[in-house]
């Protein structure tokens, strides 16, 4: 009778996006396969850690991840792992962002997935000693640290799970033991791997990887494969993989938290040195590596001296200052009114300050002028608004640059409605409900990536798979089947065993559009145009997306970035644009809850204009709720010639109502917001005039 010894395995897969379009691409092409994946082999245990920002953002685009991973909790086979909400590295950010961030995770995994972690997963990895105290203080009891950290800080190479002397439990994140898995998974040769567990007999073996690697690396033609591989290939090998595991009985897959209740810490180290990612420095140091940063020895050299971070540092350190003078100013209020809309808005505020630091520290990433980081602008004028809210006025127009862009913002105050205009466009670029803090028009937190601070969002175009891709499985695919309530909430998540076919899916793809941040009352006017609001149509577009269309010459009469003239006459606000052909004038006046916009269109050329017009509103009501709660709250509804977006969450919701010269209100979903778009078209006589006109309103119920 033999005495064999059991080989532990960790697996951790870390899934993270921005709050970005580009997770429904991941989402397709990556984490719905690999869950599927780990989903078929029930005996084995896996580590799940999924960031704040990309949580958020499949609440809106597709709830499958999050109906899969709530299935593995409730089985018993996931642990799930917290974090930092945006996945700032920790040892560039100030511990009081750092505590936010962790708590803003924490409780969103506990909205979710009703869980509370006590592993935690450090961003990028870097380590100071500082952060133990900020662990434990957060409720977390282990964590990863890189080998060579522990063994620049003494440990020998021997040692699998350690504590620190406040009992922080440390398990060794080993770079070795991730090596032999990708190249298993991404070859399929599974030898080494396997060769190099049994020379590590009766010790822990951590694996902690990108969710990405598993499909997405792949579709993206990552450095490590040179050209676009079918994830499905890569979910096939990772199958076969995990089978090979099952099979061995001297293996066994555990979780962090199972291994410390088995076995006691091997030794206690007093102090940890501080360490920097092993894949950055590798990354600096070699030229043609995908983040590679020029002038730097390491990423400490990098940390220390990117004029990148410091510049930002300074940004973030103005704007904790000001939520922490409103936080205080709030404190000092006792009319419950005003407490419950600036509690609203002062969570408003933390959560884009967040949203704003996603990989902040990280190497190759983000630049000036980046909206990744340069988003946390926003937070000027909420702070703004929190100052109005403060004073109470009851109506009024106030001009202020908040932003310090050089531009001035425009508050049209109605009562408890605050709306924001800029003079680019005479775009409404923000509107607030100063009742319940909610707001209406905004959408400040979402960006994508590489987009640079501009005054309108160009649309984004990304290809994307027409049909789910599944991965094929040896016991057969996973399927989800779920019932998503009106209000988002995932119910009766089942899994269901389906035949496959034993051969790759040919993957066909298709152009997916998504807008963002438009804001509201963005002016297309053109001339002899078919249809302005095709995506294909607008020379800006053209240029932003180097789209081939066979007219690349369409006249827009006015630039998207045109700055109008304002002036303010009887308490109406007015903005006027002339061009070579048409003179405009967009009158802004008060209605009950709301405004009334009229535009007067003026043809001042010597003959007769076919006149398009068409006017971009996009809408979250209680965009706070609909971000952290996803597509699912919100409904749209049309009465008559009536137009509604409805939070049926809060019972917040806008009223698009068309009185003079309008066609048709178009609705397009967009992300994390829905348009009204109000269109006509029209012969316009030389010397004439016509005039479109429409209410914007805040409603608290479609009846």
């Known amino acids: 009778m033999t005495n064999q010894k059991t080989t532990y395995l960790t697996f951790l897969f870390h899934f993270n996006q921005n709050l970005v379009p580009y997770s429904a691409v991941a989402n397709e092409v990556c984490y719905k396969g690999l869950l599927k994946v780990l989903l078929s082999h029930p005996r084995l245990k896996f580590m799940i850690h999924i960031s704040g920002t990309l949580l958020n953002a499949l609440q809106w685009l597709d709830e499958t991840a999050i109906v899969l991973i709530n299935q593995g909790i409730k089985k018993g086979q996931f642990e799930l792992v917290g974090s930092t909400y945006a996945q700032n590295i920790m040892y560039s950010t100030d511990d009081r962002d750092n505590e936010w961030q962790i708590r803003l995770h924490k409780e969103l995994l506990q909205e979710l997935f009703n869980v509370q972690p006590v592993s935690f997963w450090n ?148 102090k940890i040195d501080d360490g920097q990612a092993f894949w950055m420095v590798d990354a600096i140091k070699n030229p043609d590596a995908r983040y590679h940063e020029d002038g730097f020895s390491d990423w400490f050299d990098f940390n220390n001296r990117s004029m990148d971070l410091i510049f930002f540092r300074r940004l973030y350190t103005t704007v904790r200052n000001i939520i922490n003078i409103f936080q205080f100013q709030l404190k000092q209020k006792i009319r419950p009114a005003i407490v419950i809309a600036g509690e609203k808005l002062l969570y408003h505020l933390r959560l884009l300050f967040a949203i704003h630091q996603y990989e902040f520290g990280c190497i190759g990433v983000v630049r000036i002028r980046d909206m990744q980081w340069e988003g946390v602008r926003g937070a000027f004028l909420i702070a703004y608004i929190s100052q109005i809210l403060l004073l109470n006025p ?113 993957i066909q793809f298709e152009t997916a559009r998504f807008t963002l941040r438009r804001k509201a009352l963005n002016d297309i006017v053109g001339i002899n145009i078919n249809n302005v609001s095709d995506p294909k149509t607008t020379r800006q577009e053209i240029i932003d997306n180097k789209l081939q269309v066979s007219n690349t010459s369409i006249p827009l009469e006015i630039p998207l970035d045109a700055k109008y003239n304002y002036y303010i006459r009887d308490n109406l606000l007015y903005f006027t644009y002339k061009s070579g052909s048409l003179k405009i004038q967009k009158i802004i006046s008060p209605v009950q809850n709301g405004i009334n916009v009229k535009y007067e269109i003026e043809n001042i050329s010597t003959k007769p204009q076919n006149i398009t017009i068409y006017i971009e509103n996009e809408f979250s009501p209680d965009y706070i709720e609909v971000m952290t709660r996803g597509r699912g709250i919100l409904s749209i509804k049309q009465e008559s010639n009536r137009y509604f977006i409805f939070n049926t969450a809060t019972s917040i919701g806008v009223e698009l109502e068309p009185i003079k010269g309008i066609d048709k209100v178009e609705i397009k979903e967009g992300f994390l917001g829905i348009e009204l778009n109000p269109c006509t078209k029209i012969l316009l006589p030389d010397a004439k005039k016509i005039i479109v006109e429409f209410n914007l309103t805040r409603c608290t119920n479609i009846s």
Not at 432 to 456: K, M, W
Not at 474 to 493: A, F, M, R, Y
Request: aromatic content about 12%; overall charge negative; hydrophobic content about 35%.
């Open 394 to 506: 009851k109506s009024g127009i106030l001009i202020q640059d908040v932003d310090l862009d050089g531009l001035p913002e425009i508050f049209f105050i109605v009562d408890r409605e605050v709306f924001v205009f800029s003079p680019v466009g005479g775009r409404l670029i923000a509107w607030f409900d100063l009742t319940t803090g909610a707001e209406l028009v905004g959408n400040e937190c979402s960006s994508f990536y590489g987009e640079q601070l501009s005054y309108y969002n160009p649309t984004l175009f990304l290809k994307m798979p027409k049909i789910p891709l599944n991965p094929s499985l040896q016991k057969g695919d996973i399927s989800v089947k779920t019932d998503l309530q009106k209000n988002g909430t995932s119910v009766g998540p089942e899994l269901q065993k389906v035949e496959t076919e034993k051969k790759y899916q040919e």
């Open 123 to 270: 961003p990028e990895r870097c380590f100071r000693q500082t952060l133990v105290p900020l662990l434990l203080k957060s409720g977390y009891k282990f964590t990863w640290i890189e080998d060579h950290i522990l063994k620049n800080s003494g440990i020998k190479e021997d040692i699998d799970y350690l504590i620190t002397e406040d009992n922080l439990g440390i398990f060794v994140d080993r770079k070795d033991f991730l090596k032999k898995v990708n190249t298993a998974i991404f070859t399929g040769d599974f030898k080494a791997c396997f060769e190099f567990i049994s020379a590590n007999q009766d010790r822990l073996l951590n694996y902690a990887e990108d969710a990405e690697a598993m499909g997405l690396w792949q579709f993206e033609g990552h450095e490590d494969f040179k050209r676009e591989t079918n994830p499905q290939i890569i979910w096939k090998n990772l199958d076969n993989f995990l089978t090979e595991i099952e099979n061995r009985p001297d293996l066994q897959t555990i979780t962090l938290t199972e291994y410390a209740s088995k076995y006691i810490p091997q030794t206690v180290i007093s």
